[in-house]
């Protein structure tokens, strides 16, 4: 159980245009869902946290007009990094947290997509 | 804010000897522990956690030892193996889930 998957695990783009990430909560509903950013040999960076059906709550430093999240459902986040530069290469990664009280109530984390902007 | 502080950065052992990471962490609120293995190029793992009502849990070759009144607690893993090497992060567990550095643990045959 508390499988978390990302879509696509590898994505090369063009500078100026935009991707977008899924992370699938494939056996659990995830309340909440968390996107992180982590550079080579460094810590995971929390990005922005979002609950189903609201808008995310993005964390200092990070532009919520480049990085939007949608949360739609509650198996289902996206992150569509617009407008991409080079500097937004990196491994993005998800967890998703199920509902307070349940087995799931713990962040479970996807695989991982890496982003390379040319 | 909360800070979380790990050490070492790394961390090199011989096939069978044990390993300890340790992590400090500064708000007195937090009762959650967990600790994650990344192995290159794959998200984080679960791979042991400890609340605090408790000082310690076990996992086969993995533990977990927590000390609220110093602040800090520590992964230990008995017997390592190869495949134990990978790199590993605490985490706090208030607000803004604040990742440790992170361990990078080499475990030579």
């Known amino acids: 159980g508390a499988v978390v998957s990302q879509h696509p695990s590898r994505v090369i783009c063009k500078s100026g245009t935009s991707v977008k990430i899924e992370c699938r909560s494939l056996?659990?509903?995830?309340?909440?869902m968390f996107w992180y950013r982590q550079f080579p040999k460094k810590s995971l960076m929390l990005m922005a946290t979002?609950?189903?059906?609201?808008?995310?709550?993005?964390e200092q430093g990070v532009e919520k007009d480049k990085f939007l999240i949608n949360h739609a459902s509650l198996t289902l986040s996206t992150l569509t990094v617009t407008s991409a530069h080079p500097e937004d290469s990196s491994f993005y990664i998800c967890s998703a947290r199920g509902l307070a009280g349940s087995s799931y109530n713990e962040q479970f984390f996807g695989p991982g997509t890496r982003l390379t902007v040319l | 804010g909360e800070n979380v502080e790990q050490h070492p950065s790394t961390l090199s052992v011989q096939e069978g000897d044990s390993a300890v990471i340790k992590c400090t962490y500064s708000d007195s609120a937090s009762n959650y522990f967990p600790w994650y293995k990344q192995e290159l190029g794959k998200g984080p793992q679960l791979i042991i956690d400890?609340?605090?009502?408790?000082g310690e849990k076990k996992d086969q070759r993995i533990a977990v030892t927590l000390n609220k009144t110093a602040k800090h607690f520590s992964l230990h893993i008995t017997e390592t193996q190869p495949e134990d090497s990978a790199v590993y992060f605490c985490?706090?567990?208030?607000?803004?889930?604040?990742f440790g550095k992170g361990t990078k643990l080499s475990v030579k045959p």
């Open positions: 985490r706090g567990s208030q607000g803004n889930l604040i």
């Open positions: 056996d659990f509903q995830a309340t909440t």
């Open positions: 400890i609340r605090s009502n408790v």
């Open positions: 979002s609950n189903e059906g609201s808008k995310a709550t993005y």
